[in-house]
């Protein structure tokens, strides 16, 4: 069965500091995908990163950037140097080919609070 | 271009009632899902369509959900009857066909069932 495991339920810190969410997976499947989401205050979410099974690069972007680790199943997000309007709560998702690729399961989300 | 686009924001009714909301994806897109958020069950899938027909239905809860897509841009999830456990937020996203998981979500719709 997939399941989606966010740890921290909340995380506080100051501007500036950096911050890393962690997200633990579990699928039967070899082919998968996992996603990263963003939820402002506004409440829509926001997509913001996709990675397969088969590529296990590190990924940055700006401020942003993912440690895919398929030996631990853990797929962490780091925000560096991180500012108010990062503000949200992050939600980490998995699909994979048996439940179908579309069909993404999400952990329950780390509410993230920058303090200025 | 707009975006995924929900009627209604907020939607506030009694037991019983029955409640229909709207969902209009983003043109060209090729699927259309339906999640629902609470605090205690997070985000679930409840249902979702691929070029208006539907995929997966084993997440709405029971036979008073429903849902359809009669058309690329237009989609409905019935409550009929509604009960005060439907209270959540109901989101609808949309996405295209080669760019999995890559959701676009709209703004959602909250619903509080007295």
């Known amino acids: 069965a997939q399941k989606v495991t966010q740890a921290q339920t909340e995380i506080s810190v100051v501007e500036k500091e950096d911050v890393t969410l962690d997200c633990v997976y579990e699928t039967r499947d070899t082919t998968y995908y996992l996603f990263w989401y963003k939820q402002p205050p506004s409440g829509e979410l926001v997509f913001l990163i996709r990675?397969?099974?088969?590529?296990?690069q590190n990924e940055i972007s700006g401020r942003y950037s993912w440690n895919f680790q398929k030996s631990t199943s853990s797929f962490n997000f780091t925000i560096t140097a991180s500012q108010v309007v990062d503000s949200a709560v992050y939600f980490c998702?998995?699909?994979?080919?048996?439940?179908?690729?579309?069909?993404?399961?999400f952990g329950q989300g780390t509410r993230l609070t920058i303090n200025p | 271009d707009a975006g995924v686009i929900q009627s209604p924001r907020h939607e506030v009714t009694e037991m019983g009632q029955e409640v229909t909301l709207r969902c209009k994806p983003i043109?060209?897109?090729?699927?259309l899902f339906w999640y629902r958020q609470t605090m205690m069950r997070g985000l679930e899938l409840l249902i979702y369509?691929?070029?208006?027909?539907?995929?997966?239905d084993s997440g709405m809860p029971e036979d008073r959900f429903s849902a359809k897509m009669p058309n690329a841009s237009f989609s409905t999830l019935k409550i009929q009857p509604s009960e005060p456990r439907d209270s959540a937020v109901y989101f609808c996203a949309s996405s295209l066909d080669e760019a999995v998981g890559e959701l676009f979500f709209g703004e959602g719709s909250r619903l509080t069932v007295l």
């Open positions: 369509f691929n070029n208006n027909v539907p995929i997966d």
């Open positions: 990675r397969n099974s088969f590529d296990e």
């Open positions: 998702a998995l699909s994979d080919q048996i439940q179908g690729a579309q069909k993404l399961v």
């Open positions: 043109s060209g897109h090729d699927y």
